[in-house]
């Protein structure tokens, strides 16, 4: 794939500056602003399509809840002064908190406020989805020095029928077969967690629309954690079986290595892709576990779908997860663009890898005379010629240039090539159509 | 299950206090007297029931050998003071010596002595129960200071046509399907090898008695090794299609951690249920080999039993083995009370596996609104909750609760536990009945 | 196997150096006066036998190239001296170069002449089979002092239709089935590369044809690497299915440690054979690579054939590959000794593999009654009783012997020894008759 002519970290991140500080939930206008700002990044002619499912509406064991929307929320201490207000971070309300004005001791206050005691100077992310209930978040540093006395607390919030809203954006391919690379939408203020996978997805969409064709339908989904993409699912229907391969993005722009979490089977094509590329950038790779974001939905036994994770270092395993230090400072640039290249990377496997059949099976065939093969004899061979080799060498039907790859250590790009020049010279022939893939 | 009343590592000691004068063989009263010593210590209720096989009787590729019984054995040196008597240990005759009343020269009396050079003040445990002969075993610093000069040896033993016996306790379940828990009763004065085996067995039997219902009938068995083993398995016909999982104990209270010897084929469910366990414990998991104890019998070819076996070091590799140094201060307390507690954990994990089939499987089931979820989201989960995740994201209908356990990690007991408060929220049910647990 | 009468590293340096100074290629006398000096080496009774090929032939994807023999080639430098002469040494001239005698200047002599900077004093070994050229090998200090001047070339070469040349030596079996052992005869003064394999054949077929009986028919190839193995493979038809097994010989006079490099498919029995020996013996097991000598035209697509690979460092692992300094002086006897020995313990393996099925099954038989266990018990048991409980303990009618000996650790010969005991003693019976040997 050809590279875009801006650099994509300084484009991701302004972005992520635009979508940073709306108050984003699992319904609510913050959802559609952030929905609109990704409309607005998408290429010429690429379009992103909304679904609003209704409050009320059951969706396997859930019901869509009342949207949640918020205008203002604040704690005024016995000075007047302000403990906590939305309007300087998202973080300060806890998600979902219900409508409130009234005075109270700090006594009565303090089970409704949140705080990390073990660092005291980040505001902590917690929401009350299912269970009425208003709170507050604050630095604990903040909280210990609370006077006593009244306070007053605000929310202007509402909780009424509405809707749950997601987006997709589909780039057509040649099949209607499909990879689905899945964005929650739903987190406020948290970097890391998600606007890096949302600024991704926007840089692989400018990617992939540019293609000159594509094997696959590419579908990228927007829409709020757990509830959304179980809203999503149950909506596919038979669609469902068109998904050939899918990817979770979240957390790629912290610190520490590229982290693939594999399908619940584990031995899915886009875990072996994953797995390839991921490991080749010094990346780590592991199993399975019902914990973590959306991947649990689509991998739930009724579903089991082969869709991964991708990530940096997981959720819950740096200190700055779901706190107010997940702020922008946390993600970098660098970080960014290299998941970029490594999606892209696993795109091109999924693109490229077929399985041929050697026409010319009955030992080696003779390179030199196609130009293929250095004409002095007695050197040790180039890494073109030995991804020729191993090309031709395990081309028996059976075997993919992708397990050639992961066979030879060499990178898969190399191996793509090499059979591409060998079917140039009519020693590879195709064995498997499109239909064939797994 | 719940624990005895009184601590078991000083019942199991003083049980064994009492059995380790007695001077076993593979027949004789030794043996019976010993199966007196098990059937006293055994829960009121519960029976041992005796078998005698008369000598002749041909077992398999063996015939039953004549009953040996011995009353008196010595070496008188010049002196006429006691070289070897078996009154002072029971090692000091090689079990199943011929009777013999002599006077001899030192020199014709040496290729009956047996002795350590390595360890010369310890008497090792000779045996010759296919040969016809006399011999005794005395400390090698006591050989080597035998003067020349006339010895009066000194066996008052019978060989006579009797039987060979052994004992049985079953423990009834639900199931007619047996696991069988065997040690050999066949070794003198040695505490680790097996007084350690029986003692953990009368502990068990007490154990799994009291449960409140047992899907399987357990079956100890409490037979002299190798030939012993052999007569019972002669007897059983087509009930051996019956065991459907069993250890042999034995070394269960010397040094070292938990060894757990897998069946033949390593792949029977009592080989993952043991690891499961002793792997926890820090203990150890080794592959079959056709050397050690009774396990050998169970797993020869033709019979092919799923019966894997228990130690701590096991047998040849600490020094004492098989010497006068495996005494009952070599056997600790905390060993022998580790020991039933792993054993009873094998039996609960075999007991309680059972395959589920999620019936909430599109996606996670909002376990919130049936009390299983804490309200306050944003936190890492509890590892309550991740064992109910675990159990719903991989019971597939095929997936066992034991699998489960290994693939998350988690300790079989908290994933059993998730899963039946699971299936109370009738988020599982039941797929496998008895007759198709493996 | 017994051993030759007079010790074989001697012997097979006295080959090597006859062989040694002969100018080989893929074609012309080089290869008939080595195939001479192999013939003359044979044990009384046993023919070597030789196959032409002539130029033009189509051999797959190849055509047999004109034959090639040259009698005279040097360079004469401004003062008439020699600066590289073939009979000084073959690798002086590029292999297939083509007639020529002209004179010329430096700089129009320098593109024809190759060296090895990194290695100044080395000559290196370059061929142009395919491409009409002539060029010359000196090291790079005798290149780097060339003064300026006029130089004169005179290759006396001949490039004319002819044939290329291979020999086979057959030792009959019982069984037609076939071990294939091949080794390249075409590379000219290089000692590890390959007079090593050929010395090793040789002294192989001196043991083979001293068996008492063979099991397997043994045919050693002596041809042209690529081509030459490639013509013999075009002219086998349905005899290929006729090889059960096979080994390329190479490189086995150098350093290190005998490395085996596995079938393509990596599970073949001689995969599993040479393993075991290998391993044993401290050496090294490699996975396939489509790269190396002619194990990748027996492993291609099309054949598909059970042929490793055995050398010690292989090629160009080693910095004297395929230059002047692999000379008679860095192969050494003991790594040719150790090498055939080896290779006699795979076919110990090969010939004597096979599947019992014990005919005492139901435990352990009485070995002690057939005296084959000691009569004294109590203690452990020694390697040769060992030997015995493991062949008994997994001849299940599946299980081989050589299954058995990677199982328990012990030396396929002793587990061999132990299966023919009890044989002998009826304990063991066959279950395979020879149809049957994978």
New interface residues.
Partial sequence: MTEPDSPAGPRMRAWMEKAFPICRSISGDGVRRTLDLLETALPSGVTLERTGVPSGTEV???TINDEWNVREAWIAGPDGGRVADLAAHTLHL??YSTPVHTQLPLDELLPHL?SLPEHPDWI????????R?WGFCLPHSHLEALPPGDYEVFVDSTLEPGELVYGEVVLPGRSADEVVISSHVCHPSLANDNLSGLAVSLELIDRISRLEERRFTYRFLFAPG?IG??AW??RQGDRLSRIRHGLVLTGLGGGGPLVYKQT?RGDRLVDEAAAHVVLARGGEVR?Y???GYDE??F??????LPVGRLTRTPH?EYPEY?TSADNLAFVGDAELEEAVRAIVEVVEVLEGDRTFV?L???????L??RGLYP???????SDEV?AM??T?????GETSLLRIAQ??GLPFADVHRAAMALAGADLLGPVADEADIR
Same sequence: chains 1, 2, 3.
């Fill in positions: 396997f064991d859930w806890v998600s949140h902590p992310y917690r929401t009350s989805y299912y269970h209930d757990t993409s179980l699912l149950s619940r199993r576990s019902p914990y649990r939905q991998n739930a036994v009724g579903f089991d819950g779901h050697n010319s099976p009955y030992g080696e065939p003779q030199g005379r004409t002095m004899g007695g050197k040790s061979a030995m080799l191993w031709l060498g395990y081309s028996d066979e030879s």
